[in-house]
């Protein structure tokens, strides 16, 4: 496909062009060079910071999942964590290897579908997929289908941060969601459902995001056996504040969920 500047993509969106799957949308969006630039950036935001020291042994092995151009991966490495980050888009992962060289680091950078991982049963300490990268999974099986592969590969007492954004934030999440309401209704009434879509997908000038409530996600980790052992929004943990029932509306920068899995899981 060919890349496309932002304002190019504007112009790409249902129903005037040709059917593409959501898929495309993010592979469109990602191996754009305006935003590998975007993400070429090394550094923890001091949420992750938090939560890493709290629940990443130190020096532990840690997968980075949709690692982008190396942000949070190349930071872990020089914080002494021993890493792996992929992700699918190989113009990433490109930049990521020439991040983490300017950083005088080596790192083991794959191109890797997140939703096909190929990590031997319990080979990492932990996993991390930051930035919301989850919320560009299309699809609930090949979301259901990430979570379970996370906790074949984790060890036994390891730890998952995922961070996602909430679909149920205060203020414009409610009014994307009366949005994608009526569309629904009228691509269902007059039989246009788009291919691949799903509730809670937005796809729109050249941007996939799909829309979870942080109550499905618990369940998802839930149901594929990892246990949730902390939530709360970036800006809570920044402040050192606590979670209430209201941080499952945040319009935060994201929601983070740490999940363990059980010390004594069988394989
Ligand atoms: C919002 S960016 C975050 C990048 C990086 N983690 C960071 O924090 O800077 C999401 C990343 O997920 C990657 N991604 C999307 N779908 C993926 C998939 N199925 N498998 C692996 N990576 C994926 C994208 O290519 C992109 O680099």
New binding site residues.
């Given amino acids: 496909m060919r890349v496309q500047s932002s304002k190019e993509r504007s112009v790409i969106d249902w129903p005037n062009k040709p059917i593409i799957s959501p898929?495309d949308f993010?592979?469109a969006?990602?191996?754009n060079p305006e935003?590998v630039r975007k993400?070429m950036?090394v550094g923890l935001w001091r949420s992750e910071e938090v939560l890493m020291e709290r629940y990443f042994e130190p020096k532990s092995s840690v997968l980075?999942?949709?690692?982008?151009?190396?942000?949070?991966?190349i930071a872990m490495a020089q914080k002494g964590f021993k890493v792996t980050g992929?992700?699918?888009?190989p113009e990433?992962i490109e930049a990521a290897k020439s991040q983490a060289a300017i950083n005088g680091l080596q790192l083991d950078f794959r191109v890797?579908?997140?939703?096909n991982l190929s990590f031997p049963h319990e080979s990492y300490q932990n996993v991390?997929?930051?930035?919301?990268?989850f919320d560009?999974?299309p699809g609930k099986a090949?979301r259901r289908q990430?979570l379970e592969d996370v906790h074949r590969i984790l060890k036994p007492g390891g730890c998952f941060i995922l961070s996602c954004r909430s679909g149920l934030a205060f203020g414009k999440r409610w009014a994307t969601w009366i949005w994608l309401a009526l569309e629904f209704l009228v691509r269902k009434v007059s039989g246009r459902i788009k291919p691949g879509w799903e509730w809670g997908d937005k796809i729109r000038k050249g941007w996939y995001h799909h829309y979870s409530t942080p109550f499905s996600i618990r369940k998802a980790l839930q149901q594929v056996g990892l246990e949730l052992v902390y939530f709360n929004s970036s800006r809570n943990i920044e402040k050192g504040k606590r979670p209430t029932f209201l941080t499952n509306f945040s319009p935060d920068k994201s929601l983070f969920f740490v999940v363990r899995k059980s010390a004594d899981s069988k394989k």
């Fill in positions: 898929e993010v592979k969006e990602y191996s935003f993400y950036t980075d999942l949709g690692c982008g151009a190396g942000r949070a991966t992929i992700d699918l888009i990433m890797m579908d997140a939703r991390l997929f930051s930035f919301n990268g560009q999974i090949s990430l």
